[in-house]
């Protein structure tokens, strides 16, 4: 490796997961530089959400390790919660908050420069304009699903975690996404993300890691 080569951000090494008997994850290896975007590919059940939520830290892998920066990352160093957005299978909206007010929470929570403007620019992008102001309960699960991607848009970020961000989204916004995943790169944000979209895989991913359960 020549001496200028940019050393990895994420590194993953040796992961092991089980669930009861079945083994999930199998010695998953792999590493991440910042800019650059990495696709987990597999059948469904083959494990790329597990691989998701341990790398996320929201999951305990049962051997292996995740580097975050040179160290050993846990979920609740408040280094690395802030600079990791993550949207995986579960989240959870408070329920008597609009979206606006979400995402006003979450830029100001995670010391966005200019929340106000920043929330206007993400409502617009992801075409919430509309929604702004309804509840979580109200909202389709198309435009819940943009309100989760919105949620990590608003806050600073070196590393991404999305699993299958295009799921639900029309196909605006799955040239949306792809247009969006590019600017990440080229604002050096490294990217994971889990999808079976092989036109997002195409448009944004430098290189894939498949998982086979
Ligand atoms: N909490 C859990 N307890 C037991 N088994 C689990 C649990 N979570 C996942 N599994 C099992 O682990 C395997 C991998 O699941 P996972 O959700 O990681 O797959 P995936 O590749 O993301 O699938 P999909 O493409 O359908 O989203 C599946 O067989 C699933 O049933």
């Known amino acids: 490796m ?6 990895a951000l994420l590194r993953v090494s040796g992961l092991h997961k089980s669930y009861s008997r079945l083994p999930v994850l199998n010695d998953v290896g792999f590493s991440l530089r910042a800019g650059e975007a990495v696709a987990v590919v597999g059948a469904n059940g083959s494990g790329k959400t597990t691989l998701l939520r341990c790398v996320a830290g ?7 390790l995740v580097e975050f920066d040179g160290v050993p990352l846990r979920e609740s160093d408040p280094a690395v919660r802030a600079a990791m957005a993550c949207l995986l299978d579960d989240v959870d909206y408070f329920p008597d908050m609009s ?5 006003t929470l979450y830029a100001w929570a995670h010391g966005a420069d200019d929340p106000d403007g920043l929330v206007a620019a993400t409502l617009r992008d992801l075409d919430l304009e509309g929604a702004a102001d309804q509840l979580p309960i109200t909202l389709s699960s198309g ?8 949620s990590c848009l608003v806050r600073p970020r070196r590393l ?3 699993d299958e961000p295009e799921q639900r989204l029309d196909v605006t916004g799955r040239a949306w996404l792809a247009d969006q995943l590019q600017k990440e790169k080229a604002a050096g944000v490294a ?11 195409d448009a944004a991913a430098d290189r894939t890691i498949e998982v086979a359960g």
């Open 2 to 7: 020549s001496a200028t080569a940019p050393s």
């Open 143 to 150: 435009q819940r699903h943009r309100l989760g991607l919105a």
């Open 58 to 64: 929201v999951e305990e892998a049962d051997e292996g």
């Open 160 to 162: 991404l975690l999305l």
């Open 191 to 201: 990217v994971l993300f889990t999808s079976h979209d092989r036109a997002l895989i």
């Open 99 to 103: 979206v606006v007010d979400h995402l």
